[in-house]
């Protein structure tokens, strides 16, 4: 074989891979494009629609992206928004409501039989 001839072949087959790595992104673009329209579909009401802003001074900044740079935290919003959210459900869950209110639960002695 010529040397031309072996580099065609090498410049074919890369090109043939090339080809394949682009139709493999070329479908995954296209499945999370239908995942996200289905997604958007069934749920309408999980768009984020309300904006609430948030303004922090030169300090707060400053410790916010230290720690976001430290911890690598890319999509500043998406981490601001759950841990809100974390910190709120977190709250709703240690208050639950209950049949009394607390100073009376805390008068509330019980008596155990062993």
């Known amino acids: 074989m010529f040397c031309g001839q072996l580099l065609i072949r090498n410049?074919?087959?890369k090109e043939v891979k090339i080809n394949k790595i682009m139709a493999k992104k070329a479908k995954k673009k296209d499945k999370a494009k239908k995942e996200n329209a289905?997604?958007?579909e069934r749920q309408p009401k999980l768009k984020r629609t309300h904006k609430v802003v948030v303004s922090f001074n030169d300090n707060e900044n400053e410790v916010f992206e230290t720690y976001c740079k430290k911890y690598?935290?890319?999509?500043?919003t998406r981490f601001i928004r759950e841990t809100i959210?974390?910190?709120i459900m977190e709250r709703f869950l240690?208050?639950?409501p209950t049949l009394f209110e607390k100073p009376e639960l805390d008068k509330l002695v019980v008596k155990?039989?062993?």
């Open 85 to 87: 959210i974390r910190t």
């Open 94 to 96: 240690e208050d639950y």
């Open 72 to 76: 690598k935290v890319n999509k500043k």
């Open 11 to 13: 410049y074919l087959a």
């Open 112 to 114: 155990q039989n062993i």
């Open 38 to 40: 289905a997604t958007n």
